[in-house]
């Protein structure tokens, strides 16, 4: 057995469920930087908004020895959905091992770096945002593919952390068989997503999904609600959920560490319940797309959450942020108090 097929044995052995590794020049990332400018041009966002996409294309800028990436897919959807969170909280979110010391991911993944250091490899991996561009990776190296909505499928669905390293040595491994493509009349993704923005194959705009809308940096709203965040706290799963390639892979069995607490202060009750300096120490750590800078974003969040499902039964909750110390929490809870009148 060669090193490279040393590396997927010992990452099956750990847990995870599959390893791929390309070589730097057959993952074709200029290929990747064409499909980022075709979307550009598809979903301008104005100068600058592609360019952290374009830089994940140059993993050698960041380590110029490398000459490999060794992709490693982590499926999540056995982990069981905490009570409460389902179509609040994005599933990939909730089972994020990164930046989560506690979580068995976390721990496969610095296992795996140690073989690699153990076999003599130097490697790069950085969790956050990643060495490369993690779905275009584990798609070159014969892991799966990425569907319409954008998100990375192995045979098992799109429930799936990817995690990878660049590696200073020529590695490859054979593709495992490729899942089935979208059919070709199927179009389920698009026409669910609630704000529109995904308006066709692989065209998904930034500035409008309500993923991004969650957790974005920027104005919240400017005092509106917003009602194409729907139910959705913190991501949005929608365009997968719909997905025929996820159906009856919605519920694990596995219970990630310490979520259940976690969820339990992740309610729109509870956050309004909470102070900031609570918020950041109950939520911000797991959930670090809302920066310390913008925590209030969580009680815009909840008060969201709240008039777009017609939580009438906690308006005196919202009464009370009515003097909450962010001017953009008031305003809110303000025009939220009245929807909810309005029954
Ligand atoms: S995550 Fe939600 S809003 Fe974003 S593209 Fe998918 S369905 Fe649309
Ligand atoms: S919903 Fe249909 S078109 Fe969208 S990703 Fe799934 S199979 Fe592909």
């Known amino acids: 057995m060669g090193i490279a097929e040393d590396i997927r044995a010992k990452a099956l052995e750990l847990g995870f469920e599959g390893l791929g590794a390309v070589r730097l020049a057959d993952a074709d990332l200029a290929g990747y930087v064409v ?7 598809k979903a301008p966002l104005g100068t600058g908004a592609y360019d952290f996409m374009r830089g994940l294309a140059r993993p050698e800028r960041r380590f110029p020895e ?3 990436l060794v992709v490693a897919v982590i499926d999540v959807s056995r982990y069981r959905i905490p009570e409460g969170t389902g179509g609040l909280i994005g599933r990939h979110y909730l089972f994020d091992s990164r930046r989560n010391p506690q979580s068995p991911d976390s721990r496969r993944i610095t296992a795996l770096t140690g073989f690699l250091g153990r076999l003599g490899l130097r490697c790069l991996h950085d969790e956050h945002p990643g ?27 799109s429930w799936k952390q990817i995690t ?20 070709e009349d199927c179009g389920k993704c698009a026409e669910a997503c609630p704000s529109g923005s995904l308006s066709g194959p692989y065209v998904m705009n930034m500035a409008t999904c309500v993923s991004k809308l969650t957790y974005s940096p920027g104005p919240a709203g400017e005092g509106e ?17 719909v997905c025929p390639f996820n159906r009856g892979r919605r519920q694990g069995t596995e219970d990630f560490p310490g979520l259940a607490e976690t969820a339990a202060k992740a309610s729109p009750e509870s956050i309004l319940a909470m102070d900031l300096p609570e918020i950041k120490r109950e939520l911000a750590g797991k959930f670090f797309y809302i920066g310390d800078e913008s925590l209030h974003r969580w009680k815009l969040n909840a008060l969201n959450v709240i008039a777009n499902t ?16 962010s001017p953009e929490v008031r305003l809110l809870a303000a025009k939220v108090l009245e929807r909810l009148s309005e029954g």
């Open 35 to 41: 499909r980022v400018e075709e979307r550009e041009r």
């Open 66 to 68: 490398a000459r490999s």
């Open 131 to 157: 060495i490369a561009p993690m779905r275009w990776a584990a798609w070159k190296a014969g892991l799966g593919l990425i569907r319409r909505n954008n998100f990375f499928y192995t045979g098992t669905g």
């Open 164 to 183: 990878a390293w660049a590696a200073d040595r020529e590695l490859e491994l054979p593709g495992l068989q490729a899942p089935a493509p979208c059919p």
């Open 225 to 241: 609600i917003r009602r194409e965040t729907g139910g959705w706290l913190y991501g949005c799963d929608v365009c997968q959920d």
């Open 310 to 325: 017609r939580r009438a039964d906690l308006s005196d909750l919202v009464r009370r942020s009515l003097s909450d110390p």
